[in-house]
Nanobody, 128 residues
Framework: QLQLVESGGGLVQPGGSLRLSCTAS????????MGWFRQAPGKEREGVSY????????YYAESVKGRFTISRDKAKNTVYLQMNSLKPEDTAVYYC?????????????????????WGQGTQVTVSS
């Protein structure tokens, strides 16, 4: 069965850091585009970052450029999101998503449409 499980969320002060992990089962993550999305209460899900399958091209939303870094570990079948210099507006539930058919490229990969599998989410709260 296809499954994505996120971990690493929690409470952090502004300016702090967190690293989110997403471990895949039932498929090889390295062959897929892997994305991170977030959703705050009452708001739509928005794309944060993704890393391409095959190559390692990465894309980021303007709001997180220079602060967040996405990476992948083939041996662990895991994708990470390193979040630095966190701001209160980063508070949201963060979701990992897989685009196994690699339909999303460029800015399209920061929309939810090309993704076929989603994790349950992990809460990130940035507050003093």
């Amino acid at each position: 069965q296809l499954q994505l499980v996120e971990s690493g969320g929690g409470l952090v002060q502004p300016g702090g850091s967190l690293r989110l992990s997403c471990t895949a089962s039932g498929f090889t993550l390295d062959y897929s585009h892997m994305g991170w999305f977030r959703q705050a209460p009452g708001k739509e899900r928005e794309g944060v970052s993704y890393i391409s399958g095959g190559d390692t091209s990465t894309y980021y939303a303007e709001s997180v450029k220079g602060r967040f870094t996405i990476s992948r570990d083939k041996a662990k079948n895991t994708v990470y999101l390193q979040m630095n210099s966190l701001k209160p507006e980063d508070t949201a539930v963060y979701y990992c998503a897989a685009d196994r058919y690699r339909r999303g490229w460029g800015t399209y990969g920061l929309t939810p449409e090309p993704y076929d599998s989603w994790g349950q989410g992990t809460q990130v709260t940035v507050s003093s």
